[in-house]
């Protein structure tokens, strides 16, 4: 288990960016995949992006793919989220999550920690 914590969420404009990050308190960060995962109200935790150990391999939800891009740093053990040209239907709390492999994940059941998450909030 790895303690996360998401930062970054803010209300912004549609059309506007922002990033939000998340601190890993995991020894050997690097070696694990990270993930991105959205919940709006009433609505399912959803896949958002995805990043592999080294950050040579990256997966995008289709409803953020060419707007939202997932990087990380291992040397501050700390994985971002850029999200660009915002929609309200961005809007969500946005949740970090720690995975079991190195490999990129794209299901909820191949992460084993959750950060408590960051609320994004998208006006029209």
């Known amino acids: 288990q790895v303690q996360l914590v998401e930062s970054g969420g803010k209300v912004v404009q549609a059309g506007g960016s922002l990033r939000v990050s998340c601190v890993a308190s995991r020894l050997y960060f690097g070696r694990y995949g990270m993930g991105w995962f959205r919940q709006a109200p009433g609505k399912e935790r959803d896949f958002v992006a995805t990043?592999?150990?080294?950050?040579?391999?990256?997966y995008y939800a289709d409803s953020v793919k060419g707007r939202f891009t997932i990087s990380r740093d291992n040397s501050k053990n700390t994985v971002y989220l850029q999200m660009n040209s915002l929609k309200p239907e961005d809007t969500a709390v946005y949740y970090c999550?720690?995975?079991?492999?190195?490999?990129?994940?794209?299901?909820?059941?191949?992460?084993?920690?959750w950060g408590p998450g960051t609320q994004v909030t998208v006006s029209s």
């Open positions: 990043i592999n150990w080294s950050g040579t391999s990256t």
């Open positions: 999550a720690a995975g079991r492999s190195g490999a990129v994940g794209l299901r909820r059941d191949e992460y084993n920690s």
